[in-house]
């Protein structure tokens, strides 16, 4: 984790630096007016990488509120984690920088300082409207739709909504008032949250548990599949019922989008390129739910190896979850015909792939993967750093990079139909072998067995 908040604090910060003379010489622009001009979009992007991936601060508060501090020390201390969280760092590394070349190639001292003011609180208000979208599904889901809406009018070129926005952020430049407002709307989003947060701090409030009336799923046609029935059962009451796990559903649906930036654009029209997407496009599933086998049951793991549970059966289940969400992906990316049959050829042969061998890999990485999952919570939203360990990232590999090198060997030697045929023959072979890979999983499940319960009863003590 810190390698990757390393790598995106010199990128931002090389952008930061550079992008003033990249714009001058490449588009011969005033680089200040091309960055106003797509700052919407940048601080839309923003927000979603928020609401995807950074989560309120986790605070076991029922302990203090025993104790004699007081409510709006609580709510202070927990909105201040919030404001030197990365996800607001980060963005220095590009505005600072950015700033200060402004200044020294001559541009106005007070436009400059006004407008950094301007930008810097349009990242803190995407900091605490993250709080409240995140508590109310129905702005977090509104707000994705007209995200997605106006996204589409620009790409189309229906309609370009920066040609209205550009004259607010390069307003914070060229007037001296423009920056009050967003700073203004900052100040009333820090007391909106406060206010939210400290009105709900009781523990007959949100912190009480909520009762909900039980509903019988039976899904009693399972029943003849045995203990790999029941698993199946286990795991879909689990997507359906539980908000984290539902949400792998939807990111498997935008992997499905995921060709639109390789196959339409220039610049990634390469095999290489292809085949990457494609494994994306039909592995949403496999890569969203796949890699947290067997996390999701981590609350009751112990349990469950106290009893005569056969580790076949529940990889089974797990190996068809993937398998049947692979099949139902490759279908649906039935629309990238529109770009050709050669692409949705690439999408079947990375489906077999899928398939055949990394269905396999992510079990086979679940083993060493010892990071429970709270799905009572939000916290760890990147999960917890015992997820990241050499085994794991070498099992990981084979995923993307052995189907490109095929795909990409096969298509400089002889032709693209060759690489295709190698990354199809791979995923053939993985799926003939399933038996006896499936008796290496076990074995390796078996092996690892009482580190991964000491590992799930620690965290959840």
Known sequence: MGLIALYFAVVFLILGVGAFYLIEEELNSDPLVVVSKFLFYYFVCDLIFRLMLQKIPVMNIKPLLYLPINKSTIVNFALGKTVVSFFNIV?????????????????????????????????????????????????????????????ALQYYEYFDITAYTFHFFYGL?????????????????????????????????????????????????????????????????????????????????????????????????????????????????????????????????????????????????????????????????????????????????????????????????????????????????FGDKKAFNVKTMLISFPKLLLPMALYGLGTALVSSTVGLLLVALTGIIGFALKDKVFTLIERVYKKEKYSTVQAYKENNN
């Open 173 to 381: 430049f060229d007037t001296s008032y423009m920056a009050i407002i967003p700073l203004v709307t900052l100040i009333g989003l820090f007391v909106t949250n406060f206010r939210f947060l400290r009105d709900n701090l009781h523990l007959d409030t949100r912190l009480s548990q909520k009762t909900e009336e039980a509903k019988t799923e039976g899904y009693d046609w399972l029943n003849k599949y045995g203990v790999v029935g029941t698993f199946l059962k286990n795991d879909i009451r689990l997507i359906k019922r539980n908000k984290r796990s539902k949400s792998t559903v939807w990111m498997s649906i935008l992997f499905l989008f995921y060709g639109l930036i390789f196959f339409t654009l220039e610049a990634y029209d390469k095999p290489i390129f292809h085949i990457m997407a494609a494994i994306f496009v039909t592995g949403g599933f496999l890569f969203t739910f796949g890699q947290f086998v067997p996390s999701w049951d981590s609350s009751y793991y112990n349990l469950m190896m106290t009893q005569n549970v056969p580790y076949r059966d529940y990889l089974t289940a797990k190996w068809w979850m993937i398998v049947l969400a692979t099949v139902v992906s490759t279908v649906v990316s039935s629309f990238y015909l529109y770009f050709g049959v050669d692409i949705y050829l690439i999408l079947i042969v990375a489906g077999i792939y899928n398939i055949g061998v990394n269905s396999h890999l992510v079990l086979l990485g679940g083993a060493y993967t010892k990071t429970p999952i709270d799905l009572q919570s939000s916290k760890n939203a």
């Open 91 to 151: 963005h220095w590394f590009f505005f600072v920088p950015f700033t200060v070349v402004l200044l020294i190639e001559g541009y106005d001292i007070m436009g400059v300082i006004l407008w950094y003011v301007g930008v810097m609180s349009l990242i803190y208000i995407n900091n605490f409207a993250n709080i409240l979208i995140n508590n109310k599904d129905y702005l977090f889901n509104g707000f994705i739709i007209v995200a997605v809406i106006f996204g």
